[in-house]
């Protein structure tokens, strides 16, 4: 960087050479753990469990159902117990749906309309079928569903939700 | 090209030519490896300042939040360790710097007309480093910060006069640290402190520049060098020197954290970090009426002798060979703080808690009362699970969901025989009655330990309760109190001591009452493997 004006111009660009590199090492030495700090996801505990949240003989086929459970969410280094819903839709005798009860466009809370037999979102007037599909409005995705199984005919979510 | 940005930098800027003035500086002839100790402290900084900021990142700012956060940055975050490290171990390396650098500049003279102001910038710049240290040390939030911080604060309220004011302004009005001491400290350490060293850090640079460094006795009619390239790269071999040391400790060395901290323990022993044990020997030393003298007036004498060395040595320079008394003052200081830093490191007993206990994830399990933890057991043993699982209703309701509103005379009957295919219950009258309180009064520790059964601790507990501990003694809150009670029993003795002790306890408890309990091997190691769990 600097002009060479020095009578032994190989030394001094063996000193720049040097310097450059302790530099750059020195650098990296802290940057990359810094970068792998930053970047990595976190390693959660076990967040996996499944959660039952609906007996299915309580439920009749094709009518959603809004369901109120408790769930436990990690959030960084707290782990609370919190009242949460989910609406179930029962479609055949061992199957069911549930899906997060947030719209996939922004995220506002939506709900079921009985008399347009849809879901409906209050924040831009998106609107779901039983199936989750969109109907209508700007929501770019249908219904997000959460992980789910049924078992012993109750209806067990977990915490991840699928994107359709 | 690079000519092309260099200019067009250079044009609107003026760095390249700032960069060059700064590269192209004169130093004395003599300057060499003595003099890379500044850049070292300064690179030092820079690192705690990054490192810093990349924890904050990460954490929790508030008492209730702050020792979970740090577990999550060492046990859930990617290089979470390496970057503690770094700034744990680096705030001690930085200080050794600091302090090697204050003393190659005494013994050099450098700190003569008309570098007096320099210096004193420099004494500044000690006492905020020693500030940092003194703040963050409060920061994990766990024992041996809550104490040793304590201690601190009431040191610094022996101050006469201003002793309140001081404590005050640390957030330490009572006897007792808490939030606001906290919020007190944090903020300066991550607030004030870093702008006072910035201000101060710049004036220093500046007037090192200023001045330009400090010729030798013997420099006189040598032609000066510059700084670049040779002096630079002795600053750049220093600096990495430094890093990879720092580097090694970062992930080498051992750094745990100490269990939440307990403002009931009053049994923890508190100590500074090691760059204060000096001044914690000094109080040892002088105690009762002289107290004042090693809390308050002799580290002041200290610091006000060190800002005034550039007005109490005022001879010419003089080759550093023959500055006898500089050296005679800095071999005896440093002996001196070796020997009473020595003297606090053999006073201090050996620490019989875990150092990794505030890694651990919370197990609720050790708080529960043993007869609670032992009903868990009692649950299983009757395979109550046939019919009860835990998350889901089966046959019988979904105990987790709510406690059972049944009476408790309806819940003895039905855990005799539970249903017309159930076996009769093997569990005795009292193991029954603890069931009752597991299923009706569980709070959610218990149902944690419930879902998430610890089994060898369930068999320690069943023992416990078999054989009629609580009797005598009092363990989470639960039993009499004939007898010492039990929590934190592992800080005070060792396995060996308990497994031999339950054998004969007269021999090792002189005038106990206690009878001797006999145990086979695998009921043993499950009983005192329970009991040493248990915190205080």
Not at chain 2, 168 to 191: K, M, Q
Not at chain 2, 368 to 396: K, M, T, W
Request: proline content about 8%.
């Amino acid at each position: 960087m600097l002009k060479d004006h020095s009578k032994h111009p190989t030394r001094r660009s063996f000193y720049a050479v040097l310097i450059q590199l302790l530099g750059a090492t020195a650098a990296a030495v802290i940057a990359v753990p810094a970068a792998v700090f930053l970047l990595f996801k976190p390693k959660s505990p076990g967040a996996g469990a499944m959660v039952e949240i609906a007996d299915l003989a309580d439920l009749e086929t094709g009518v959603p159902q809004e369901v109120v459970y408790y769930r436990t969410r990690v959030d960084a280094w707290k782990a609370t117990k919190e009242k949460t819903t989910a609406w179930v839709v029962k479609n055949g005798p061992q199957s069911a749906v549930a899906f997060s009860p947030q719209c996939p466009h922004l995220g506002c809370i939506y709900h079921w309309e009985d008399d347009l037999t849809a879901f409906k979102c209050p924040c831009h007037a998106s609107a779901f079928g039983l199936d989750g599909k969109v109907l209508a409005g700007p929501a770019p995705r249908p219904l997000d569903r959460y992980v789910s199984r049924v078992e012993g005919g109750k209806l067990l979510i977990g915490l991840q939700v699928k994107r359709s | 090209m690079g000519n092309g940005v260099r200019d067009w930098l250079e044009e609107r800027t003026g760095l390249p030519s700032a960069i060059r003035h700064f590269l192209d500086e004169d130093i004395p002839a003599s300057a060499g490896w003595p003099q890379v100790l500044g850049s070292v402290a300064l690179f030092a900084f820079l690192i705690q300042a990054a490192t810093g900021v990349l924890l904050a990142l990460n954490y929790g700012p508030t008492p209730t939040e702050a020792h979970a956060s740090i577990r999550y940055i060492m046990t859930e975050l990617s290089a979470g360790p390496m970057i503690r490290g770094l700034h744990h171990w680096g705030a001690s390396c930085m200080i050794v710097v600091v302090a090697l650098h204050m003393m190659q500049v005494f013994v050099w003279g450098a700190y003569k007309k008309p570098r007096e102001a320099t210096w004193i910038a420099g004494c500044a710049l000690l006492l905020v480093t020693l500030a940092f240290g003194l703040t963050g040390y409060l920061l994990p939030w766990d024992n041996k910060a809550y104490w040793g911080t304590t201690v601190t604060t009431q040191i610094v309220g022996l101050a006469p006069g201003v002793g309140v004011y001081l404590k005050r302004l640390l957030g330490a009005e009572n006897d007792s640290i808490g939030t606001l001491t906290f919020a007190r400290f944090y903020s300066a350490h991550v607030v004030v402190l870093p702008i006072a060293t910035l201000l101060l850090i710049g004036l220093h640079l500046y007037l090192v520049r200023r001045h330009g460094v400090t010729p030798a006795a013997e420099d006189a009619g040598k032609p000066t060098k510059k700084f670049y390239p040779e002096q630079m790269f002795k600053d750049s071999v220093a600096t990495f020197c430094y890093v990879l040391v720092l580097v090694l400790f970062a992930n080498f060395a051992k750094l745990g954290l100490g269990s939440l901290a307990d403002p009931t323990d009053t049994r923890y022993i508190p100590r500074p970090e090691w760059y204060f044990l000096f001044l914690f020997e000094t109080l040892k030393l002088l105690q009762g009426p002289l107290e004042v003298l090693g809390a308050v007036v002799l580290p002041n004498l200290g610091i006000l002798a060190l800002l005034l060395v550039p007005f109490l040595d005022r001879g010419r320079a003089i080759r550093v060979r023959q500055r006898t008394v500089a050296i005679a003052l800095t071999a005896f200081a440093v002996i001196g703080w070796a020997g009473l830093t020595e003297g606090a490191l053999a006073t201090t007993p050996p620490s019989m808690e875990d150092p990794d206990a505030g890694l651990r994830p919370p197990q609720p399990w050790r708080e529960l009362p043993p007869e609670q933890l032992a009903a868990i057991g009692y649950f299983e043993r009757d395979n109550c699970a046939r019919c009860h699982v835990l998350g889901r209703s089966v046959s019988g309701p979904d105990l987790a969901k709510d406690p059972s509103a049944k009476p408790a005379d309806w819940l003895l009957d039905h855990f005799t025989k539970p249903s017309l295919e159930a076996p009769n219950s093997r569990l005795t009258a009292a193991q029954k009655k603890s069931l009752v309180t597991l299923v009706t009064k569980r709070d959610d520790r218990a149902l944690d330990a419930w879902e998430n059964p610890p089994e060898e601790a369930i068999a320690g507990a069943m023992l416990y309760d078999a054989r009629g501990c609580g009797f005598c003694h009092t363990l989470n809150g639960s039993g009499a109190k004939m007898a010492p009670i039990l929590n934190g029993l592992a800080a005070r003795r060792t396995r060996t001591w308990v497994a031999q002790h339950f054998a004969d306890p007269p021999k090792l408890s002189p005038n106990s009452e206690m009878p001797a309990y006999k145990f086979n091997p695998q009921d043993l190691k499950a009983i005192t493997d329970y009991v040493m769990a248990i915190p205080k």
